[in-house]
DNA sequence: TGAATATATGAACATGTATTCATATGTTAT
DNA sequence: ATAACATATGAATACATGTTCATATATTCA
């Protein structure tokens, strides 16, 4: 005879006080959404490149442009969205727009990122 | 008259010191991508999920996918994905397969992360 | 052996996203 | 004012990716 099933999931329920014990511990949806908004960001080649390069030192849009050989609307169009998870910020000097790490976390994220790979 | 132009980029060279120095402390283009990919994986609220969950105890496919309100495939799908970034392992007890963390990294990065989301 | 069940996997579909192109905006210098 | 130029932005396109559905695999138990 058939057990419970939880609608979803389509299989009966295993370790029922498994679940509970660790339902109680996650932090709200929205939380866990944000981190992994934040991961996006982080995850892809270009973004990476452009905050590895501003770690050293800040750089204007032309520069990054140059430096990864890409044309200046991918760039531009990549550092808004870096901008808006707050992981660059700019200041403005003449025509000239100089963007900046906005966040020191960013260097250990990476750091932690590095270790990870190295772990294999 | 217009000054020599970077191919790509679309706009004349400001800053030729800058970039070359930036140039010299960049990691190698794959190292570059592969913590891109590595963030990528993070970069999903249903993996984010799934690793914190695994951040308190070991759990089943079904166990995971009761949790998340999720079916079976779906998490299974993920876990795949965890698994070929080294982020979990598993161990099979039966028809059981047990998923737990791989790497101690996985918790410093979100420390990270959701310090980083904090510091707004 | 056959039924039940836990997990894995391939294909299809829908959605998201990075880059390019064309063009707009804003600043400097003539 | 006009030209040159650095940057921003909207639309279009191409590609990647998450979920679902159907089904395969593997294990346990009667």
Redesign the pocket.
Known sequence: ???A?IE?C???I?HEDVIERVRSEMPQEETLYDVA?LF??L?????VKILYALLQEEM??????ALLG????????????L?QARLVK?K????????SLDDEHVKNIFQQGFEHLAHK
Request: hydrophobic share 30%.
């Open positions: 005879m058939k057990k099933q979803t389509g299989c009966n295993i908004d996006k960001v995850g892809d080649s270009t973004r204007c849009v032309c520069d990054i442009a890409m044309n200046q609307s991918a760039i531009s169009h990549q550092l808004r969205v901008k700019f403005k000097e003449g025509k000239v727009v100089y963007y």
